[in-house]
């Protein structure tokens, strides 16, 4: 804007500093000096060129523009809040124990315990009986196997109705085991002798089912009246006072010959007394366990 004005008024000033340098004194009249006056203009017209273009130059300066420091742009990370992961709730139905309960092969007591499952255990249900009283579980202490819990003990949890009822297995028939029957025959056999002292040979046989590891002979001399008593772990025989042989129990079929000496010898001669004894063999050691006894009368 400030050029145009300047240009504008250009010209009238150039005719100006024209017309002062030609204007004429009023005084004295002296011939114009032409070099002179051609030097004049020529300086004229270059002071006014010279003022233009320093007017020209001062109007082109560039006005300084403020420098704006950009701030670099703040990115804006998110923070991201972590997504929580809902564990799904199984499904089923479960079984949770407040006592310890016994897994049984079938929904009945009579049925074989298989495991016991412990108060605060869950368990998983995989079928139910027709009164929905007892549970058909997984077995958690073998896994890949079954068994039937009661329910008196636990809480369900999870659709009941959804469980298939499993018929269970017949009753199991009890299976007989039979008591040992416990026999045994006895018979006497002789009068046997070492120095002084006399005992009786008698001879037994296990005719039963039970071993016998103890014998008790108690007799009794009717003519003089004494009593005697012989007891053992052993089963033993005696040739004079020497020890035959002795065997440590008698199994069912075995046989042995036992002589009534330390104790039970008498210290005389009974030969033709009345003699009777009760003899008992008994299943364990010192006459403990399954007793049995059988009397006998004889003279030697």
Not at 59 to 77: R, Y
Not at 90 to 113: I, M, Y
Not at 226 to 250: M, P, R, W
């Amino acid at each position: 804007m400030i050029t145009n004005r300047i240009l504008k008024w250009l010209p009238g000033l150039i005719m100006i500093l024209s017309l002062a340098a030609c204007n004429i004194p009023l005084g004295k009249v002296t011939a114009p000096d032409l070099q002179a006056t051609v030097a004049a203009e020529v300086a004229i017209a270059q002071s006014a060129m010279t003022i233009v273009a320093a007017t020209l130059n001062a109007g082109a300066q560039i006005i300084p523009t403020n420098t704006v420091a950009v701030e670099p742009l703040v990115t804006f990370t998110p923070t991201l809040t972590p997504t929580i992961t809902l564990s799904p709730t199984p499904e089923g139905v479960f079984l949770t124990l407040s006592k310890d309960t016994n897994c049984r092969k079938g929904p009945l007591a009579v049925f074989q315990a298989v495991t016991t499952v412990k108060a605060g255990q869950t368990v998983e249900v995989v079928g139910r009986n027709p009164e929905n009283d007892t549970y058909y579980v997984k077995n958690p202490n073998s896994p890949g196997s079954f068994c039937w819990l009661w329910g008196q003990f636990a809480t369900l949890t999870g659709n009941q109705v959804s469980l298939p009822v499993f018929t269970p297995q017949p009753t199991p028939t009890a299976t007989y085991t039979p008591t040992p029957t416990a026999n045994f025959s006895v018979t006497y056999n002789s009068l046997t002798g070492c120095g002084p002292d006399f005992a009786f040979k008698i001879y037994v046989k296990n005719t039963g089912s039970t071993i016998w590891q103890s014998i008790r002979v108690s007799g009794n001399d009717s003519t003089t009246g004494v009593a005697f008593l012989h007891t053992s772990n052993t089963f033993k025989e005696y040739a004079g006072c020497v020890v035959g042989i002795t065997q440590e129990d008698l199994t069912p079929g075995e046989d042995s010959f036992v002589v009534t000496a330390n104790p039970g010898h008498l210290n005389y001669n009974p030969a033709g007394h009345s003699i009777s004894v009760t003899v008992t063999l008994c299943s364990e050691q010192n006459g403990a366990g399954t007793c049995m006894s059988k009397s006998l009368n004889f003279v030697p």
